[in-house]
């Protein structure tokens, strides 16, 4: 190879490593910066994990039964979003949380959930019937990382006699329950703490 040659390949190198040097540094730069949060925003924009921690109490009756179906309110029909399974108790007070994640929108214009829960309980006199209460939350934005929720409802149809839609004729609501699912007559299904929730919101998004 002759000194000219030479020459010509080291202009050539030098200036292939000056265009690939940018791109190289780019590139640790970029996998420096994301991390599990901007991920979370790359891949849906538009969604926002809700942390709930709930109470369903039962004072009047002690003994009942609940399951729950966590929703995201909407005028053309609620949307289903997390079901948590039946458990039962004889202490008055149930126990659960959940995570949930809102995403894809609530159509055209909007830049809020409407979350909600839905509840068939027998808190009620008598074993024949089965009672749902809709509850209601606080609308959330659009794009929140996470949000946590702690709430209370005192199931006695007495106390919320607006929330309740009437009593569903389900007869066989606590046997089928009782054979299927593992929760029942614990009072408490939580499997995390709320302060777990907060420091390992990452693995429910």
């Known amino acids: 190879m002759t000194f000219k040659e030479i020459k010509s390949w080291k202009k050539n190198n030098i200036m292939k ?11 640790q730069i970029v996998a420096v910066s994301i991390d599990s949060n901007t991920l979370f925003f790359l891949s849906d924009d538009s969604k926002t994990v809700m942390g709930y921690d709930g109470a369903l109490l039962c004072p009047q009756f002690k003994n009942f039964c609940a ?9 053309a029909g609620d ?10 108790t004889d202490t008055g007070v149930l ?36 009672w749902q209460m809709t509850h209601s939350f606080p609308p959330v934005a659009m794009r929140n990382r996470w949000v946590m929720k702690q709430y209370a409802l005192n199931l006695t149809v007495t106390s ?15 046997g089928v329950s009782r054979a299927t699912h593992p929760n029942l007559y614990r009072d ?18």
Do not use: W
Request: hydrophobic share 35%; net charge negative; with cysteine.
């Open 17 to 27: 490593l000056f265009f690939l040097l940018p791109l190289v540094l780019l590139n």
């Open 95 to 130: 126990h659960h949380n959940a995570a949930v994640v809102f995403k894809g929108g609530d159509g055209p214009g909007q830049i809020y959930y409407e979350p909600g829960v839905q509840i068939f309980h027998d808190c009620v006199q008598g074993d024949r019937f089965i």
């Open 160 to 174: 919320y006699p607006k929330y309740h839609n009437g009593p569903i004729n389900i007869s066989s609501f606590q």
């Open 79 to 88: 949307d289903m979003l997390k079901q948590v399974p039946t458990q039962c």
């Open 67 to 75: 399951y729950l179906v966590y929703i995201e309110i909407d005028t």
């Open 188 to 205: 408490d299904s939580r499997r995390f703490t709320r302060e777990e929730l907060v420091d390992y919101r990452d693995r429910f998004s």
